[in-house]
């Protein structure tokens, strides 16, 4: 026991920042492989070699305990004020020629896995300059394992987050009974509620969500983003609908469960499909 403690640790500490928890981004990497072309399926597992892209899908999080990746903390989120679109923001930090948020961390990353030379040697400058090695010795695994991460993290209606509460980091809650911050029920708990291994809950979010599939796949993006921003209002308008009489925190239980797991499907559906879009366009 006393041996994992460390390690424990170190897994915490990414928490403080907005991210769906493991099993929410290997469930998009799953989504999105299940939906590759062959050419893009062949192309993947090249640059992973003896890695799966579910594996490497959440090693972006693991890397944050190593200060020599400290750059790369803002590429998992952007802050959208409720006054604001996503579109406002991405405007605003289309000036500044760093890669500010996950917005611009994504075009990088799609940028890169095109063979785009200025991008590719752009990426090969910021791990040089900052000293850290690409992931499995390669530059597309790299960028895979920051594409599927990074397109998970945005569809986390909690992710694109008003920066006071720290995308309801700072809200405690009930959820059946035990106490959490709003962000991990969102990021973990209602998926860990299921008790599914990552690869029945893909299938079974495959199975309720097939049929939007093709609608999904179209939308670029600052869409993306802006629809978590939608349900994001949602998730606060809903969060004192049952107190606890005792604490008077938010009680949230079966109900809660029962109404938002849906849409915990949908946003890990739409992920999936659309990082699956973006690989077969760009590594056709
Ligand atoms: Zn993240």
């Keep these: 026991m006393l041996r994992h403690f460390p390690l424990l640790f170190l897994l915490t500490l ?9 099993n929410g ?4 990497a799953q989504i999105c492989y299940d939906n590759l072309t062959d050419q893009a399926r062949e192309k993947v597992d090249a ?25 790369t903390h803002p590429w998992h989120y952007m802050t959208v004020q409720p006054d604001e679109t996503v579109a406002d923001v991405a405007r605003q930090t ?12 994504i075009a990088f ?28 010795g390669s530059l597309d695994a790299t960028a895979l394992a920051f594409l599927i991460h990074f397109v998970a993290d945005v569809h986390m209606p909690l992710h694109v987050g008003k920066n006071r509460d720290l995308g309801g980091n700072r809200i405690t809650v009930l959820f059946f009974g035990e106490r959490y ?16 291994s990552y690869t029945e809950f893909a299938n079974f979010v495959t199975m309720h969500t097939r049929a939007r599939r093709a609608d999904w796949a ?3 993006p600052e869409t993306w983003m802006q629809e ?20 008077g925190l938010p009680d949230l239980g079966y109900d809660y469960q029962h109404d938002f797991l849906p849409i915990v499907e949908e946003r890990l559906g739409a992920a999936g499909y659309r990082a699956a879009a973006v690989l077969n366009r760009v590594l056709n």
């Excluded at 990414?14 to 493991?22: F, K, M, S």
């Design 109 to 136: 990353m799609t940028d890169v896995l095109a063979g785009d030379s200025e991008a590719r040697q752009r990426m090969t400058d910021l791990l040089q300059q900052h000293d850290v090695d690409p992931l499995a």
């Design 25 to 28: 981004h290997r469930i998009v």
């Design 181 to 196: 911050n709003l962000h991990s029920v969102w990021d973990t708990q209602i998926i860990e509620q299921e008790r599914l």
């Design 228 to 247: 978590s921003v939608a349900l994001r209002e949602v998730v606060y308008n809903t969060l004192y609908d049952n107190t606890d009489r005792e604490t």
């Design 94 to 105: 289309a000036t500044d020629p760093a890669i500010d948020d996950v917005n611009e961390a």
């Design 218 to 220: 179209e939308a670029s």
């Design 47 to 71: 640059a992973l070699g003896d890695n799966y892209l579910a594996q490497v899908s959440t090693w972006p999080d693991y890397i944050r305990a190593e200060s020599g990746w400290d750059f």
């Design 14 to 22: 990414p928490q403080l920042l907005p991210a769906w928890g493991a």
